[in-house]
Nanobody, 112 residues
Framework: QVQLVESGGGLVQPGGSLRLSCAAS????????MGWYRQAPGKARELVAS???????KYLVSVKGRFTISRDNAKRTVYLQMNSLKPEDTAVYYC??????WGQGTQVTVSS
């Protein structure tokens, strides 16, 4: 059974940084594409960033240059480094494995 456990969310001021982590278990981690999605209140869930097994990355246009996705296959963990955070980045962030499996989500709030 696949389990994804996110951590690292919280409250941060505009311009600040956070690093999200997602630890996977119950599956072969290294062969799958991993993604970070987010959902703000009243809005649809959107893909923020993804990373393939070959480390090819994709980003939502609005986060490009500010967010960085990375993975450590030995630790079965994917990360999302978020810099220069803006109030519009406020959302619940979800980890995804292979477009099928979801974590429970972690809240990110950007506010002064």
């Amino acid at each position: 059974q696949v389990q994804l456990v996110e951590s690292g969310g919280g409250l941060v001021q505009p311009g600040g940084s956070l690093r999200l982590s997602c630890a996977a278990s119950g599956t072969i981690f290294s062969i799958y594409t991993m993604g970070w999605y987010r959902q703000a209140p009243g809005k649809a869930r959107e893909l923020v960033a993804s990373i393939t097994s070959g480390d090819t990355t994709k980003y939502l246009v609005s986060v490009k240059g500010r967010f960085t996705i990375s993975r450590d296959n030995a630790k079965r963990t994917v990360y999302l480094q978020m810099n220069s955070l803006k109030p519009e980045d406020t959302a619940v962030y979800y980890c995804n494995l292979n477009y099928e499996n979801w974590g429970q989500g972690t809240q990110v709030t950007v506010s002064s």
